[in-house]
């Protein structure tokens, strides 16, 4: 059974950091891409991240441009995505996703085959 797990959310002061876990079962991550999402109360889901086997690595959200990482460690079937000096528009569900292909999107791309159920960052203003 294919789960991708998130962890690590939660209240958070602006101004500092959070990092998100997925650990990633019942499928063969070497096969996969991983992408990490948000989706803040009343707005489109946003494609954050992605990350491949290969160390490729691409970001799709102007906002987080120098503030946000992410990292592979297939070893453990995790990946991490870190944001750092969080701002109250941070405050969403984040989720992440995989999908069987071996190159990240050039662009956003919300067509991921498997999803997890997220979890909470909120910031407050």
């Known amino acids: 059974q294919v789960q991708l797990v998130e962890s690590g959310g939660g209240l958070m002061n602006p101004g500092s950091s959070v990092r998100l876990s997925c650990v990633a079962s019942?499928?063969?991550?070497?096969?996969?891409?991983i992408g990490w999402f948000r989706q803040a109360p009343g707005q489109e889901r946003e494609h954050i991240s992605c990350?491949?086997?290969?160390?490729?690595?691409?970001y799709y959200v102007d906002s987080l441009q120098g503030r946000v990482t992410t990292s592979r460690h297939d070893a453990e079937k995790t990946v991490n995505l870190v944001i750092e000096n969080l701002r109250p528009e941070d405050t969403a569900v984040y989720y992440c996703?995989?999908?069987?292909?071996?190159?990240?999107?050039?662009?956003?791309?919300?067509?991921?085959?498997?999803w997890g159920q997220g979890t909470q960052v909120t910031v407050p203003s």
């Open positions: 990350a491949t086997k290969s160390d490729q690595r691409s």
């Open positions: 019942g499928f063969d991550l070497n096969y996969y891409v």
């Open positions: 996703a995989a999908d069987f292909r071996a190159w990240c999107p050039d662009q956003s791309d919300p067509d991921f085959e498997y």
